[in-house]
């Protein structure tokens, strides 16, 4: 592809889900109020919200102002530059500039975004809210690696377009290893998109916040915006692993037939995060080893080839 | 046994000691002992008689005795007796035996009457100051009576800092308040942790001191207080403004006309309806589940309602005059009542079940928070806190008040000691009210609403009351006093002796359950910092006697 | 089992529908009892200052300008809305109005103050004297003749220097 169109193709791949994020996170808000009998903001209030953090006074506090910059530039940056990575409907615009281990390193990156803005703060419950985030990260992202790995072991490369397209599936018998992975990845997927009852690093009744304390204003509105993003991200990072029946059709169904997916997942994670209380990090980190054991199981099926 | 067979009991083992013994009635007892075995006597009617301790009291009684005086508030919940034990103190550095040791739950009432009133508790393991702000000068202390009710007083040092004590080793600090999303009031908790585990705390509170003792003793009449009173708490105020009425009365020996006791009883148990609603979506906002938090509220709106309806305002009810209340139950609130309590009952029965067999609310919150029965005993703990650890105590059951004595009614009581227990019990309480309340509704007979008050109040009459609050015995010491008002006036909240059992509650516990245990006692600061100072700079700082200052707002 | 539970729980929430309320867009209708802003009828009031003696706020003061002349005042600042000034009056000139939207920034606004023409005996022509009732109860009344003591909650020394903190309150004498 022309470095042209490559450009386009960035260009509207990042518009579109910074568009799109914002959306989906008033859609989350407006069914959690409906569960809660209540009115519940209209679907553009993140909209809203984000230009409000934007429009405040730039206020920089905490033990090391320069790393708190740097944090919340780097959070958004590195969920953009994902989105030009993951495909989305479409072959991903530079899907030629780097493998899937690219993906999983930059998912990694982001977490470390949060950690390094905890840092940044230096107070008691930041530090204490990284440890969290830490012990959930060392957890869970090998859970996704061992997932993209074992779709890597089907296909035989570690291509983006050809990994994330169905590719634990691709074997030539019954799944097994494809249909556990999609389990432990349904089950474990609250806690990558940070929501109840897994969003422990962030316990704003229990922690203030975490690291996130000292944000505010357009700083905050980076980081809000970056994890809007996410749950939009990983939405489409699990549909093109797990669920990629449809998204083959010609542009625009395969498209619409995308986002619909993606729909329907968000509409998933609001429902359980609606009805769940948050865990205790013990409680979480016990779940998340059952299963990543389950997935190291279920890598040892996919490299026999079932 | 009853009140006179106790005494006689006391008064065979301790003989002389005991100076005089006030009987008025069967249900209350005041002994007076020599200051030198108040110690023995607290330590036998504690240990060997078993009973409950309630509060300690302190009381500048120069203006009329020439000395101060102590009280120690004990309950006997088996034979329905609240007993109080006084000793007299010399007016020159006026000292008493200090009784922590022996009830560690004495802790807080003593560091109180050491700050306000200047009274030593001798041999006190932690004499901190606990009530007074940091700057306040020593020697000057707020409850005496030669001290004025609206000044600051010479050399109050606004710059001063609380000295905290050093953690202990190995432990990080973590501060939890004053200002935290959790808390609605302001205390702080200053928790040593070691990694994620709790291993002791150190409480400071009180910064919401509003001094309503001392107004009530300096400024305010009898019939004005129930609205102050009111006031102490925002969940549980019609409690506080129907015990400290009913301490009048019993001082007084006034008996209520029958159809105001049904109805102070309905309106402290549509009160105990709302607050326990009100808790349940709390506890679980705290753990993170929002929907139950929405929809216990949302079950809990037609309780203020109605509320509404009866009194004129959703939460402050002004329910009470010394001798009856204000509001009426005309037939229609009747009727629509009982239609709201069998609307309540059957949406509160489908919360229970679903939340009884949740196992995720059920992770977060067993084992957690625990409070045995040698805590209870020890820290004087009392509420649903003490009922889910399997004491058997309630003040409407042991100490009768209001048309409790004509309404049949269960005690909750479970055995876990955590905080899943605490949840249950009050979930099972919300039944229990809805009983009572259709009892009363039944029951209750036409009549006036109001004994009329012909004469002046005798002076120097004490009453005692304790009223179940959705959190605890809520316990009301009055003495009356001149001038159309009270002596003293000493509120115990329910709070106020839950707290003290915090530290130990969430030691070697992790931080994360830091917050559910705290809520899970149901803390009402407000209730618990109810003397607030509201000390005001004139001008010029000058001591004012009681009769100048009764001049000088009477002045024609 | 706890999905089933969860289910229920859901049940539950989805059996009430919405509850949200329209307010401020729609008012909310008041019960009859409920205690507002306490409007004070100057034509019905005799001035016996009943009211001022039961404010547990002491938010109501009375001044007497000269012989027949009183100034009942209810300042509004503390006032709890409790209702015992209604309980009390006499003539039933105090009524708990359903207004409870009562923020404004100017205190005049909530100030309400009576003007009133007291009896005099119809034979010697001079305000009743004690011992009547109304000069009984006008020596329990509070008072504030004077405006340094008509202050009686002064704000914390944090904030203020010597100045009256309500100074915006003009007792206009004629």
């Known amino acids: 592809m022309s470095l042209l169109i490559i450009i386009l193709g960035v260009l509207a791949n990042v518009t579109l889900v910074l568009l799109l994020a914002p959306l989906f ?129 089907h ?58 304390m000292e944000y505010s204003g357009p700083k905050l509105a980076l980081f809000k915006y970056a994890q809007m993003a996410k749950l939009v991200i990983y939405g489409a990072l699990f549909v093109d692993l797990f669920v990629p029946w449809g998204s083959a059709l010609a542009f625009p169904f395969g498209w619409l037939i995308f986002w619909l997916k993606v729909c329907g997942l968000v509409l998933l994670v609001t429902l359980v995060a609606a009805t769940h209380a948050r865990y205790r990090i013990d409680q979480a980190i016990r779940f998340f080893a059952s299963l990543l054991v389950v997935a190291l199981g279920a890598l040892i099926l996919a490299s026999y080839g079932y | 046994m009853t009140a006179r067979e106790r005494l006689n009991q006391l008064k065979e083992k301790f003989g002389p000691a005991i100076q005089r013994a006030d009987l008025p009635g069967d249900t209350r007892l005041f002994v007076y002992v020599e200051p030198s075995s108040l110690k023995a006597v607290c330590q036998h009617i504690f240990r060997d008689l078993d009973a409950r301790y309630v509060i300690s009291i302190g009381l500048d009684d120069r203006p009329v005795s020439g000395q101060f005086l102590v009280a120690h508030d004990f309950a006997f919940d088996r034979d329905h007796l609240l007993c109080s ?59 005496r009576k030669d001290v004025p009710w609206n000044q600051v007083p010479e050399g109050f040092d606004e710059e001063a800092e609380f000295k905290f004590d050093d953690p202990p080793e190995g432990c990080t600090v973590v501060p939890f308040g004053p200002f935290h999303p959790t808390l609605d009031e302001p205390a702080h908790f200053r928790l040593y942790v070691e990694g994620e585990m709790v291993r002791g705390c150190e409480y400071r509170g009180f910064m919401v001191h509003r001094g309503i003792e001392k107004l009530a003793e300096s400024v305010l009449t009898y019939n004005d207080i129930p609205m ?98 204000r509001w009426d139950i005309t037939p229609e609130v009747k009727a629509e009542l009982r239609r709201l309590l069998d609307k309540l009952e059957a949406e509160w029965r489908e919360v229970v079940a679903a939340v009884s067999k949740d196992k995720n609310i059920q992770k977060r919150t067993r084992g957690v928070g625990v409070a045995d029965k040698t805590l209870v005993k020890n820290a004087g703990l009392i509420g649903p806190v003490a009922r889910a650890a399997g004491a058997d105590i309630d003040c409407r059951r042991d100490h009768p008040y209001a048309a409790y004595d004509r309404v049949d009614f269960e ?95 969430i030691k070697d516990q992790q931080l994360a359950d830091m917050t559910i245990s705290l809520g899970s006692i149901d803390p009402c600061f407000s209730c618990t910092d109810r003397l607030e100072t509201i000390d005001l700079k004139s001008g010029a700082s000058r001591v004012w006697s009681q009769e100048e200052l009764i001049r000088l707002v009477r002045k024609a | 089992m706890s999905l089933l539970s969860k289910l229920r729980e859901t049940l539950v929430c989805l059996k009430a529908g919405r509850v949200t309320l329209p307010y401020p867009a729609q008012a909310r209708p008041l019960p009859e009892k409920f205690r507002g802003r306490p409007i004070f009828n100057a034509a019905k009031c005799v001035g016996c200052a009943g009211c001022a003696n039961n404010c547990p706020a002491r938010e109501i003061l009375v001044v007497d300008v000269c012989q027949e002349i009183r100034i009942l005042q209810y300042l509004g600042r503390r006032c709890t809305y409790c209702g015992r000034c209604a309980d009390v009056c006499p003539e039933k000139a105090i009524t708990m109005s359903h207004e409870f939207e009562t923020a404004t920034g100017s205190i005049g606004d909530i100030r309400q103050r009576l003007e009133l023409f007291m009896s005099t005996c119809q034979r010697c022509g001079r305000c009743f004297k004690e011992p009547s009732p109304l000069e009984q109860l006008k ?6 003749d004077d405006v340094q003591n008509e202050r009686w909650i002064l704000r914390s020394r944090a904030y203020l220097q010597s100045e009256p903190v309500v100074d915006d309150i003009k007792i206009e004498l004629d």
């Open chain 2, 228 to 325: 102050m009173a009111e006031r102490i708490c925002g969940i549980c105020g019609c409690v506080h403004n129907v015990a400290y009425a009913q301490a009048v009365e019993s001082a007084v020996a006034l008996r209520l006309p029958p159809r105001a006791e049904y109805i102070r009883t309905i309106m402290l148990e549509i009160e105990r309806l709302h607050s326990h609603l009100l808790w349940v979506g709390l506890a679980c906002h705290i753990v993170g589940f929002d929907t139950l938090f929405m929809q216990s509220w949302r079950i809990r709106e037609p309780i203020m309602w109605i509320a509404e309806k009866i009194s004129g305002n959703r939460k402050t009810y002004a329910l009470c005059v010394i001798g009856g209340v």
């Open chain 1, 25 to 153: 996170q008033g859609v989350l808000r407006k069914v959690t109020a409906q569960i809660q009998s209540r009115q519940g903001p209209p679907l553009r209030q993140p909209y809203f919200d984000l230009l409000k953090l934007l429009g405040k006074e730039d206020i920089e506090s905490g033990q090391a102002p320069a790393m708190q910059r740097f944090a919340a530039y780097l959070s958004l940056a590195t969920v953009l530059t994902l989105a030009a990575l993951v495909p989305m409907g479409f072959p991903a615009p530079l899907s030629g500039a780097g493998d899937v281990v690219l993906v999983i390193y930059l998912l990694t990156l982001s977490g470390i975004c949060t950690l390094l803005a905890g840092l940044a703060a230096g107070s008691t419950y930041s530090l204490v809210g990284i440890s969290r985030e830490m012990m959930t990260m060392i957890a869970l992202e090998p859970l996704l690696a061992v997932a993209i790995v074992a779709g890597a072991i």
């Open chain 2, 85 to 143: 034990v006084l000793v007299y103190l010399p007016p020159d550095h006026p000292k008493v035996d200090s009784i922590s040791d022996l009830i560690p739950g004495a802790n807080w009432a003593e560091r109180e009457f050491r700050d306000l009133l200047g009274i030593e508790p001798v041999g006190h393991r932690y004499p901190k100051r606990l009530v007074l702000p940091d700057g306040w000068p020593d020697g000057v202390h707020p409850l």
């Open chain 2, 411 to 505: 005690v909750i009581t479970a055995t876990g000691c955590d905080v899943w227990s605490r949840v249950v019990v009050r979930m099972m309480e919300v039944f229990e009210s809805i009983r009572i309340i259709r009892q009363c509704l039944e029951k209750m007979p036409e009549g006036p609403l109001q004994t009329p008050i012909t004469d002046e109040l005798p002076v120097g009459r004490l009453g005692l009351s304790s009223v179940e609050a959705p959190r605890g015995e809520s316990h009301h010491f009055v003495i009356t006093g001149e001038n159309n008002r009270p002596h003293r006036w000493r509120v115990r909240a329910p709070t106020y002796q839950n707290l003290q059992a915090v530290p130990m509650m």
């Open chain 1, 155 to 212: 296909t035989g490369s570690f291509r983006l377009d050809t990994v994330l397209n169905g590719s634990v599936y691709a074997v030539g018998g019954f799944p097994w290893s494809g249909l556990i992975l999609l389990g432990a990845m349904l089950l474990s997927f609250q806690a990558f998109v940070q929501r109840v009852p897994f969003d422990i690093s962030e316990a704003e009744t229990e922690l203030m916040e975490g690291p996130l």
């Open chain 3, 139 to 144: 020596l329990k009344g509070y008072r504030f």
